[in-house]
């Protein structure tokens, strides 16, 4: 991928890279070993090089049925993104708040114990889909995507529990 710099054109593959975050928000509730703070390894996908956040660091906890996310990333002069959801597992939308979001809201639906499928979407149309799966010793989660078309997205996405 060819590099980009500015903050105009940064911005929609920053919001892409951000929902390959959201994906693994959506599966602190597979086991009590999963809740709590994530960090991204290696660099996120899709970001230019420029543009690549320093830290990335996502916690969520249980809400109910379901979970609460925060991410935070960090770049080198300071936060580029903070966001926030909470949602059960029922497939309903929920809204996400904050910078750096794709969509406007998100919906959360359990495949199996360790398999969460998040779908985006803004003004009602999906944007991205993502698939996030946690390792069977909780310690690893990696996530995949798919675009509106159902056309793979390049990059994954993979997070070390902290």
């Known amino acids: 991928m060819k590099a980009r ?11 892409l890279g951000l929902a390959v975050v959201l994906a693994g928000t959506a599966l602190a509730q597979s086991s009590n070993s999963s809740l ?15 543009d690549s956040p320093t830290s990335v660091i996502l916690t969520y906890e249980a809400a109910g049925a379901g979970v609460k996310a925060t991410l935070d990333v960090m770049g080198a002069n300071g936060a580029l993104a903070h966001l926030e959801f909470s949602g059960d597992y029922d497939g309903k939308d929920n809204p996400i708040t904050g910078s750096g979001q794709v969509g406007n809201v998100v919906a959360l639906t359990r495949l199996d114990a360790n398999t969460v499928r998040l779908v985006h979407k803004r003004d009602g149309k999906v944007i991205l889909t993502e698939t996030a799966v946690v390792s069977s010793d ?7 995507n798919t675009n509106a078309q159902g056309n793979p997205v390049e990059g994954v996405a993979v997070w070390d529990r902290q």
Do not use: E, F, Y
């Open 36 to 50: 709590g703070t994530w960090k991204l390894r290696g660099a996120m996908p899709n970001l230019p090089v420029g």
């Open 5 to 15: 710099t500015g903050h105009a054109h940064s911005l929609p593959v920053l919001a």
């Open 138 to 144: 909780g310690k690893t989660m990696t996530i995949t």
